[in-house]
């Protein structure tokens, strides 16, 4: 088999667009189970999602295919005082992850999102630093940090 035969069966990233979802169950848990560092299980994003889901602060967008068929999810909110967004959460299915060049199908939207939204910018926490510094993020001046109380350390 050739290398244009096999690129032919390989998922194409331009073919997903991102569509405001209303219905966050659409998500499959194995989009959600894939996120590394989340501190909530997809039940409880589901259930969050559907508390919030006329938020004006609250964006959850899923990647479609032409079909509609969803493939990843980015789930952003934004702070009511200085409009900026946060990234929360983001994943999309593994055959679509092509070396990192998802990124390069998200910066755009985020791009378009935060001139939607008026956001001065765009925060994203990540526990893979160097890779979003390869795609043109820099590191922010605040420092994200994390209270343990000793009772909970255990």
């Known amino acids: ?18 569509t405001r979802l209303k219905i966050p169950r659409l998500i499959k848990y194995e989009l959600l189970e894939a996120v590394k560092g989340v501190t909530f299980t997809p039940e409880q994003f589901y259930k969050y999602q559907e508390i919030n889901i006329d938020n004006p602060s609250e964006h959850l967008y899923a990647m479609t295919d032409t079909a ?6 980015l ?22 992850w092509g070396k ?18 008026k956001a001065p910018r765009v925060f994203w926490c990540s526990t893979n630093k160097r890779f979003f510094l ?9 420092c994200l940090m994390e209270y343990v109380s000793p009772e909970t350390a255990a």
């Open 1 to 18: 088999m050739t290398n244009a035969s096999n690129t032919a069966l390989e998922p194409v990233l331009d073919d997903l667009s991102f």
């Open 68 to 73: 509609m068929k969803i493939h990843g999810f």
């Open 75 to 96: 789930w952003a909110e934004q702070n009511a005082l200085d409009r900026s967004l946060f990234i929360n959460t983001f994943s999309i299915s593994k055959a679509y």
């Open 100 to 117: 990192g060049k998802a990124i390069d199908k998200v910066i755009p939207f985020l791009d378009d999102l935060r001139k939607k939204t």
């Open 134 to 142: 390869k795609h043109g993020f820099k590191e922010s001046k605040i």
